[in-house]
């Protein structure tokens, strides 16, 4: 039952991207957004994009549309190939939006639960900035900790930049 889901999912894909509408569809009388989210592969660590939709009311602005992106990301994958690369504590909010730059907050209990790693901030990091910057109003993402702009993650991205998408480098 499960592969007639997923096919289902991919026919309203091709049939939304061919028809050139492809982010918005009617579902069940209701009108849906597709958007893409990237988990990294179980095997490879490669960011993958997995597709959802969400209810066209979501969307009314792009604060909204960021939110509930990131409220996607933190369910997680529904692949079972796919893998989650955040910790279950903590919370990853949208602090502001401005100058087509989304700067998303992870709290302090969200920072100390994750753990760490340069490829594991990397998947971190990157599956927010790709998820984000399929927004066509989202071009670059930032982050603060604890609602403070901080140099460190983990130890291995400055996070006083920011961050753009990325194809990841065992892709190239």
């Known amino acids: 039952m499960k592969i007639w889901r997923y096919l289902a999912v991919f026919c309203i894909c091709f049939l939304v991207t061919g028809c050139g509408q492809r982010d918005i569809v009617t579902i069940n009388n209701q009108k849906k957004v597709l958007i893409s989210l990237y988990f990294p592969h179980k095997e490879t660590h490669q960011l993958v994009a997995e597709k959802r939709f969400g ?84 071009e670059r993402v930032s982050f603060t900790v604890d609602g403070q702009e901080t140099d460190q993650f983990k130890g291995h991205f400055d996070l006083t930049e920011t961050f753009s998408f990325s194809v990841d480098e065992k892709e190239k």
Not at 59 to 68: A, M, V
Not at 91 to 113: C, I, N, P, R, Y
């Open 55 to 138: 209810a066209k009311e979501r969307f009314s602005s792009t604060e909204d549309k960021i939110t509930f992106v990131l409220e996607e990301l933190r369910k997680g994958p529904v692949s079972d190939n796919l893998e989650s690369p955040f910790p279950e504590q903590g919370t990853m909010t949208l602090k502001e939006f401005s100058g087509h730059t989304a700067v998303v907050d992870f709290s302090q209990e969200f920072a100390d639960a994750h753990s760490g790693g340069s490829t594991g901030e990397y998947l971190t990091l990157y599956s927010v900035t790709n998820s984000l910057t399929q927004i066509p109003q989202v």
